[in-house]
């Protein structure tokens, strides 16, 4: 969890507390709505905690807490 905080505030380059899509260059404009679950255009960090957990779940699927290559990979086919 801690990765993932911190590349949050490295991404929020304005120290403004949130992060906008240009923020976020590899995320589609759908993904980033997704993410953005008030809908205002500013992902906080626990909007953005909230979608990569529910990422790592939707990867595991075997559910055994841990992620593999093949599973990310499959993951990333499935959604591109």
């Known amino acids: 969890q801690d ?3 911190d590349g949050f505030y490295f991404r929020d380059k ?3 507390g949130y992060l906008v899509p240009a923020d976020l260059p590899g995320a589609s ?3 980033f709505k997704a993410m953005n679950r008030k809908g ?3 992902l906080t960090l626990s ?3 909230n979608a990569l957990f529910q990422d ?3 990867i595991d ?3 055994n807490g ?3 290559v093949e599973q990310i990979e499959v993951y990333i086919r499935k959604n591109k």
């Open 66 to 68: 841990t992620i593999t």
């Open 40 to 42: 205002d255009g500013k």
């Open 56 to 58: 790592f779940a939707a």
């Open 61 to 63: 699927v075997d559910q």
């Open 29 to 31: 404009p759908e993904r």
């Open 47 to 49: 909007e953005y905690l």
């Open 3 to 5: 990765w993932v905080v």
């Open 14 to 16: 304005g120290h403004k």
